[in-house]
């Protein structure tokens, strides 16, 4: 990572910045468009779209920049060929721009992301996601999508996905086998919504439902899937382990069979409680009995695992590094590997009537639980990420799995397509 500065740096001074447009301009795009355009020689942020465009235009306000308002191709093209911040409504410009490097998808809604991920392949876009809704209901075929198209869908540094890849190539670098990769988190409550979580989201300025996301474990749900698929690893149970473990992660090391571990090919987990929080840590063993001793003379313990943990994740601090790593180096900071190895399916919340229009992620009707995907398609459960808009087909009770039978889904949905094609690919069984 430390050469990304150098290299930036060099950009910079040669006039040639990478050029970066994002889509979404919410609480943690707005940290983004700060970060580069304040922080970050060799990059320039020439473009954001945003739903309501005034949100565009509000990001780079609030990081000293004036925009000029766009709503055609032409007029994109000229605001960044003169060097003007560029903001609007229409996705599909920053898509379809001929001047622009890479795109930062900051949304987190499934549908809309799939449509715009598609779009900018198409015009041979590398995508740097903080999407991980996007990516851990269609991130495989996706993934296929992008090698086709020649670019790079990856997810982010910063955010704990990326930082537990980061941590995790370290440690396969110095010749150690991961065995876990685990998140750590303050609170784990299925059952919190957004009525209840109103005042923290007020508080920081955070939207509310994404908020709830957060407490009720839809998005730790994401964003371990995301490192599973990108390992190859699993889970040792549906919702994962999930340990409220109020120690130092360096206890946790006495706390996994490794034996067990080994058979899975190793899992990814969460703790809560832990410190350091709200960092992330791996897991590792090594079957040298000599590295085995300087391990025990460097204080990791006499094994046979070994634990590594970053203190913190940086967020929106640390995503232009990916772009960087993309756009300079072709280096990706977190993709599928192939096959899906967890899904995220949906659990009601709460008794839900026949007729109920499910609200989706961070809402008040149900929460992602991580699944081994063969089990997903096996049992015909519902993907988290698609449960947005389905209606049900009869009454569900608290704390049940949905499946596809019990949903009427919305039609005409390029994200159910997706999800249809990557079952395809790689789970036939039980796919609708």
């Known amino acids: 990572m430390i050469i990304v500065d150098t290299a930036l740096r060099r950009r910079e001074a040669e006039g040639r910045p990478i050029r970066v447009g994002m889509i979404g301009a919410g609480f943690m795009g707005r940290g983004v468009a ?11 942020l020439v473009a954001i779209s945003n739903r309501h465009p005034e949100g565009a235009a509000r990001a ?3 990081a000293g920049a004036e925009p000029v308002m766009v709503d055609t191709l032409d007029a994109l093209e000229d605001a960044i060929r003169a060097g003007r911040p560029a903001a609007t409504g229409d996705a599909s410009l920053l898509c379809r721009s001929g001047q622009i490097d890479a795109l930062i998808d900051v949304t987190g809604a499934v549908e809309f992301g799939a449509q715009f991920t598609l779009e900018a392949f198409a015009h041979g876009k590398h995508v740097i996601t903080m999407n991980a809704e996007l990516d851990g209901t269609v991130g495989s075929v996706l993934q296929r999508r992008a090698d086709a198209a020649g670019v790079i869908l990856t997810a982010a540094d910063g955010d704990q996905p990326g930082v537990q890849m980061n941590l995790y190539r370290f440690v396969q670098s110095i010749g150690l086998t991961p065995l876990v990769c685990g998140n750590i988190k303050g609170l784990q409550d299925p059952y919190r919504t ?5 005042a923290f989201a007020e508080r920081w300025g955070q939207n509310p439902y994404m908020v709830t996301s957060f407490a009720d474990g839809t ?18 149970q549906r919702g994962m382990r999930g340990a409220d473990f109020r120690q130092h992660v360096d206890a946790l090391v006495h706390e996994y069979d490794v034996d067990a571990l080994r058979a899975l090919g190793g899992v990814v987990d969460y703790t809560v ?13 090594h079957d040298d009995p000599k590295q085995r001793h300087y391990l025990n003379l460097y204080k ?20 232009p590094l990916t772009v960087a790593r993309v756009v ?13 190895t967890v899904d995220v399916v949906t659990t009601a919340k709460t008794d839900l009537q026949a007729g109920t229009t499910l609200d989706g992620l961070g809402g008040y009707h149900t929460y992602g639980q991580c699944e081994r995907a063969d089990v997903t398609a096996r049992e015909r459960l519902l993907p988290m990420g698609l449960a947005e808009g389905a209606v049900l087909r009869r009454a569900v009770p608290k704390d049940a799995v949905l499946t596809y039978d019990d949903v009427t889904l919305p039609s005409g949905r390029v994200a159910d397509t997706l999800r249809r094609e990557q079952d395809a690919l790689y789970h036939p069984v039980g796919a609708p």
């Open 219 to 236: 998005k730790i749900s994401f964003e371990q899937a995301i490192v599973a698929n990108g390992t190859g690893m699993s889970i040792e």
């Open 60 to 62: 780079y306000r609030e």
């Open 273 to 285: 409680g832990s410190q350091p929080g709200p960092g992330v840590f791996v897991l590792a063993t």
């Open 300 to 319: 990791l313990g006499e094994g046979p695992l070994y634990s590594f943990y970053t203190p913190y994740h940086l967020c929106h601090f640390e995503v």
């Open 34 to 44: 700060n970060q580069i355009v304040n922080s970050v020689p060799g990059m320039r």
């Open 194 to 198: 957004p009525t209840t979580q109103q």
């Open 328 to 340: 300079l180096f072709g280096d990706a900071a977190l993709r599928p590997a192939g096959a899906p």
